[in-house]
C-alpha cells in the first residue's frame, strides 16, 4: 500500500475516535482514500472514478476489523482516510438504504411510501453528495433486493463509507441530530428492515418492487445486455435447443447457462430458464428437473451473483460444443479443410474471472504453488481442497462455495498421508476424489499426467462439479524437459485446457531450487520460468524460527494478472490425532494474521536468521577497506544474491554510516563503518 499525497487535513482524532467507537459497538471499518486538497482521490490517479471512496487495504473491504490496534495503525499510516463499513458484517448485522437524489431517490421514495407507508424512523446520515443513509437491523437469512428503485440501493454485502468521512464536494458524511449510530441513546430508534423490502427483489431493468419468486440475478450493474430483437431472440432460443437439459454436463454448466439467460435483461429470462432446464422447450419432460430444485438454484445464484458474472455468450459456447450451427455465421464452428481458423471479436462475448478464492485461485487457471522444502505445501493443498469440499472459510474469512475436487499425487500416499491430513482439516470425503492407474482394458500403469490426460478428461464426467484440480508436483505434467520452455509450455497446455474447460482452479505444487535465495521468488521456482509465466497466480512458501524457537510459516502471492500481487498470511502447523483413528495422527494447517507488502520482502522477513548472518558477515567484510559507494554495494548485494532490505539490515547492525563523497553537494552516496575514540573500527 501506497502512503496518500498531501490531502485535506481532516479531524484526526475526530476520524480516529470515531473509528474507535464503530469498532466497540461491533461495527468491523476499513480505509478508504480520502480526498486531496485539489479535489483528486488520495490514491494519486488523476483520473479516478470513484474519488474518496475506493479501499486502501489490497484485500478491501475483506480487511474490516474490530481491533483498535489494527484501526489505529491504519489511521496512523493514513491519517488522511476515510472510513467504511460492510452493512452484513455488523454485529448483529445490518443495511443500509441509500438514497441519491441525483439519480432519481426522491421519486422513487414517494412512490414506495405511497404504497407502503413511510419509512420507520431509523438511524440515518447525510451523505456527502447530498444524499442519505438509513440503516436498518438485517433480518435473518433474508434474499434481499440491490436496490428499490431509481436512486435507491440497497447496501447489504457492499461497503458504506461512514461519518465524519470527506466527500469530493468538501462536505462531511455526518449522522442527522439524534439519529447517530455512535450515541447509545440514540440506537434506540434502530429498526428492523421494513417487511416489504425484505421479502421482495429489485428487479434490476426497470427498478420495480417484484416477488421473491421472481428473483433478479443481474450480477453486476454494468453487465452488457443482450437486446431483445427478434434476430438476436430467434438466435438464443436455437442455441438453447441444441443444450440437453439431461446431458451429463456439471453443475458448473448448468448454473452458468441460468445467470448467462439472466444477463440478457429480458422480462421473460426466467420463464426462458424454466422451459429450457424442464425440457419443455425441447417437447420433452427432463428426467433431472425438480421444481424445487429449480428454484433452490436461482436463490443461490443471487447470493452469490459476484461470482457467476456470466453472458449470454455463455450459452453460445456451450451450444457450439455441442455441434450447434450460429444462424449468423453458419461456417463460424466448422473446422476449415486447410488453413487456420480466426475468430471475429464481434462473436467473443467477455466473460470476467471465476474465482474460487478472490484474488487467489481462480477457476480455469493454473497457480503455482512454490517453496522451500518443509514449508507444507501438500497440507497447504490438502487445506485448500477441505475448504472447497465443505464449504469453509479461506484465510481472509470468505466463505467458499462447495464443490468437489480431483487430486494426483506421485510423491504421497493418499491412505496414510493425503486422506489422514484431509480428515483433520475438516473435508467433505465424499466430495474428494484421487486419480487412480490408467488402463487400455488389458493392462493397467501408474496415471501420467504427461500422457493421460484425454482419458482423465473422459472419466472425469462422472464426478461432476470439479472446483479444484490438484498436480503434485506440477512437473510431471510435463513429458519432455522440464528446464525448456517450449517443452513446459507444451506440457501443461493441455492441463490447463482441461481446467478450463470443467471450470476448476488448477493448483500445481513445485519447489524452489536449491541456492536461489535472495532472488525474485519467481526465479526461484523450480526448471523453467514458463511454469511460473504460464501460470496467471503464483504462491510461495518459506519457513522460519520465532524468538522462542517455534518454527513459523509465510505464504505469499508472488504473481498474479487477474488480481492483486501482493500480500500473504503467517501460518503454522498443528499435530492432530484423528478422531475415529487416535492411533493415527497428521498435519494440520492453523492461520495466522494477514501480511502486508511483495513476497520478496516478506520471504526475506522469515528467511532472516540465517541470510541475515550471511549478509552481515558478507557487509562487513565489503567495507572493512574502507568506504564503498552505495550503488556498488547495491550492485554487489544483488550478485552476492543478499536481499536489499537484508543488507539494509545488516547495515543497522552493523552501525554502518552513510555520506556524499567530497566536498560537494552533489557527490554520490557512500557507505562505512564510522572509526571508534580509540582508532579502532567499531
Keep these: 500500500m501506497k502512503t496518500q499525497p498531501t490531502e485535506i487535513a481532516p479531524d484526526r482524532e475526530r476520524m480516529l475516535s470515531a473509528a474507535l467507537r464503530y469498532a466497540e459497538l461491533g461495527i468491523a471499518v476499513f480505509p478508504v482514500n480520502g480526498v486531496r486538497a485539489d479535489g483528486k482521490c488520495g490514491c494519486g490517479n488523476s483520473n479516478c472514478r470513484n474519488i474518496g471512496k475506493h479501499p486502501i487495504p489490497t484485500n478491501g473491504s475483506k480487511a474490516a476489523t474490530t481491533d483498535p490496534e489494527v484501526i489505529r495503525k491504519w489511521l496512523k499510516r493514513y491519517p488522511n482516510a476515510n472510513i467504511a ?46 444524499g442519505e443513509h438509513l440503516w436498518f437491523n438485517a433480518p435473518a437469512d433474508a434474499v434481499l433486493p440491490g436496490k428499490l428503485g431509481p436512486g435507491i440501493d440497497v447496501q447489504h454485502n457492499g461497503y458504506v463509507i461512514l461519518p465524519p468521512s470527506l466527500h469530493r464536494s468538501g462536505r462531511r458524511y455526518e449522522w442527522r441530530p439524534n439519529c447517530s449510530l455512535l450515541n447509545d441513546d440514540d440506537r434506540e430508534f434502530l429498526q428492523p428492515l421494513p417487511r416489504w423490502i425484505a421479502e421482495s427483489r429489485t428487479s434490476s431493468t426497470t427498478g420495480a418492487i417484484v416477488e421473491r419468486g421472481e428473483i433478479d440475478l443481474q450480477a453486476r450493474e454494468d453487465a452488457q445486455r443482450y437486446d431483445d430483437t427478434p434476430a438476436n431472440r430467434a438466435r438464443l432460443l436455437s442455441a438453447l435447443k441444441s443444450l440437453d437439459p439431461d446431458a451429463d454436463h456439471s453443475r458448473y454448466e448448468y448454473r452458468r447457462v441460468l445467470c448467462a439467460l439472466n444477463s440478457t435483461g429480458w422480462a421473460d429470462w426466467l420463464e426462458l430458464a424454466e422451459r429450457w432446464a424442464s425440457g419443455e422447450m425441447h417437447g420433452i419432460t427432463a428426467k433431472q428437473f425438480k421444481e424445487w430444485v429449480f428454484n433452490r438454484d436461482i436463490k443461490d445464484l443471487s447470493n452469490d451473483k459476484p461470482k457467476n458474472l456470466v453472458t449470454v455468450g455463455t450459452i453460445f459456447k456451450f451450444a457450439k460444443a455441442a455441434g450447434w450451427i450460429d444462424p449468423r455465421h453458419p461456417n463460424s464452428n466448422a473446422a476449415p479443410a486447410e488453413g487456420i481458423s480466426i475468430m471475429c471479436a464481434s462473436d467473443i462475448e467477455p466473460e470476467s474471472i471465476q474465482w474460487n478464492w478472490s484474488g487467489w485461485l481462480p477457476r480455469g487457471k493454473l497457480t503455482i504453488l512454490a517453496g522451500q522444502p518443509g514449508t507444507g505445501k501438500t497440507t497447504i493443498a490438502m487445506a485448500c481442497a477441505a475448504i472447497i469440499s465443505s464449504g469453509g472459510r479461506w484465510p481472509d474469512g470468505e466463505q467458499s462455495s462447495r464443490g468437489s475436487v480431483l487430486i494426483w499425487s506421485g510423491e504421497d500416499d493418499p491412505k496414510d498421508t493425503l486422506v489422514p491430513r484431509l480428515i483433520v482439516a475438516g473435508a467433505d470425503l465424499s466430495r474428494i476424489h484421487f486419480v487412480g492407474n490408467a488402463s487400455d482394458g488389458i493392462d493397467t500403469r501408474p496415471f501420467d499426467p504427461a500422457t493421460d490426460m484425454p482419458a482423465l ?15 503434485d508436483p506440477i512437473v510431471s505434467a510435463v513429458a519432455g524437459d522440464s528446464h525448456k520452455n517450449a517443452e513446459v509450455r507444451r506440457g501443461l497446455a493441455p492441463l490447463v485446457a482441461f481446467a478450463e474447460a470443467i471450470g476448476a482452479s488448477l493448483l500445481g505444487i513445485s519447489h524452489f531450487s536449491k541456492g536461489t535465495g535472495g532472488r525474485d521468488p519467481l526465479e526461484r521456482v523450480t526448471g523453467s520460468v514458463a511454469f511460473g509465466a504460464v501460470a496467471r497466480v503464483v504462491w510461495v512458501t518459506a519457513a522460519t524460527e520465532n524468538d522462542l524457537g517455534e518454527r513459523m510459516h509465510v505464504l505469499a502471492r508472488a504473481k498474479s494478472n487477474v488480481g492483486p500481487d501482493d500480500g500473504g498470511f503467517s501460518y503454522a502447523f498443528a499435530q492432530v490425532d484423528l478422531p475415529s483413528h487416535p492411533s493415527i495422527s497428521a498435519s494440520k494447517v492453523e492461520w495466522g494474521t494477514p501480511l502486508v507488502g511483495k513476497a520478496r520482502d516478506l520471504l526475506a522477513e522469515r528467511e532472516e536468521p540465517k541470510r541475515g548472518e550471511k549478509a552481515l558477515e ?19 548485494a544483488s550478485a552476492a544474491g543478499h536481499a536489499w532490505r537484508t543488507v539494509e539490515r545488516a547495515k543497522t547492525w552493523l552501525g554502518v554510516s552513510g555520506r556524499r563523497r567530497g566536498t560537494g553537494k552533489r557527490g554520490p552516496f557512500e557507505w562505512f563503518i564510522p572509526e571508534s575514540d580509540d582508532g579502532d573500527d567499531l
Design 618 to 636: 558478507w557487509l562487513d567484510d565489503l567495507l572493512k577497506d574502507g568506504p564503498v559507494l552505495t550503488r556498488d554495494v547495491q550492485a554487489q
Design 85 to 130: 463499513a460492510v452493512p452484513s458484517k455488523c454485529n448483529p448485522p445490518m443495511v443500509v438504504l441509500d438514497f441519491d437524489p441525483r439519480n432519481g431517490s426522491d421519486a422513487t421514495k414517494a412512490e414506495s411510501e405511497a404504497q407502503h407507508g413511510k419509512f420507520n424512523r431509523a438511524i440515518g446520515c447525510r451523505t456527502g453528495g447530498g
Design 457 to 471: 478428461q473422459e472419466s472425469v464426467s462422472r464426478v461432476g462439479d470439479i472446483r479444484l484440480l490438484i498436480v
